[in-house]
């Protein structure tokens, strides 16, 4: 079989592996099991292992790249963050159809950057990539949780007690599992941008960009500061703080990936 020929295959399985934690949605009560962490670790060795395999000895600033890193980033902080709390890994079911969709978008969308692949980056470069895919990560799961919130707080109003809302984790879990997620996002945020700073230092561009990726992960930033603000001193919860979340991620999702997604319209 030729090299294109395993590369599509693993692609493939990778996209395949999400299969069994997307149909923990369909579990009344899911529960960190023998199923529950064979359907995670087939998902996480699965995109993990590909993005690897995908990478390599270089580094692609596509789209399709970025997407299949974010993937991965949010798949193995979720299984370890699983590991410690009950409540994310009740969220499972949320997740995995999402991933699931990112990972097939992530593998109709990838095609070499243009200008070709670089060598891997070192140094405040790779302190950078890591922090951000960190933040977005964060981010991602802080929405799913914030979607756990509305959807069983609708369950409950509704006085629904099956369906998906059944095995989600209760309001106030997930509420307090959302602010810790949003609290560290803040702070890996926050290193971040230092190290975007020191990044255009060392480049002799001064303290900080005026692209958009530096102005949406500042206003991000800001949102972040401003529901924790909220929270802790005016009691922020239920579905305003799900809304404040929802800014947040979408302000990541336009920084990181929404601009690859610009530039690969633009052919730039």
Do not use: Q
């Not at 993937?71 to 902080?77: R, S, V």
């Not at 369906?163 to 971040?192: K, W």
Request: proline residues 3%.
């Amino acid at each position: 079989m030729s090299l294109l020929g395993n590369s599509m295959l693993v692609n493939l399985s990778a996209v395949v592996s999400i299969l069994p934690m997307a149909l923990l949605a369909s579990r009344p009560l899911p529960a960190r099991d023998r199923r529950f962490w064979i359907a995670v670790a087939v998902a996480a060795l699965g995109v993990v292992g590909w993005t690897l395999v995908r990478f390599g000895d270089h580094w692609d600033g596509g789209l399709g790249a970025a997407l299949w890193v974010s993937a991965a980033a949010t798949m193995g902080l979720f299984a370890a963050i699983s590991a410690l709390s009950p409540t994310m890994a009740r969220l499972a079911g949320l997740l995995g159809p999402y991933l699931l969709i990112m990972v097939v978008l992530a593998s109709l969308l990838d095609r070499p950057a243009a200008g070709g692949v670089s060598g891997m980056p070192e140094g405040w470069v790779v302190l950078h990539i890591v922090v951000s895919l960190a933040t977005y990560a964060l981010a991602t799961l802080a929405a799913v949780a914030g979607l756990g919130v509305f959807l069983k707080e609708r369950a409950l109003k509704a006085k629904r007690s099956g369906g998906l809302s059944a095995g989600l984790p209760a309001v106030a879990d997930a509420e307090t599992l959302l602010f810790r997620l949003l609290t560290t996002a803040e702070i890996v945020l926050g290193i971040g941008i230092l190290s975007g700073m020191a990044l255009n230092v060392t480049a002799g561009h001064g303290w900080l960009s005026s692209d958009h990726k530096s102005i949406l992960s500042l206003g991000a930033f800001a949102v972040v500061g401003g529901v924790l603000f909220a929270h802790a001193r005016l009691g922020l919860r239920g579905r305003r703080a799900v809304r404040g979340v929802l800014a947040v991620y979408l302000l990541l999702t336009l920084a990181y990936p929404g601009v690859k997604a610009v530039h690969a319209l633009l052919g730039t």
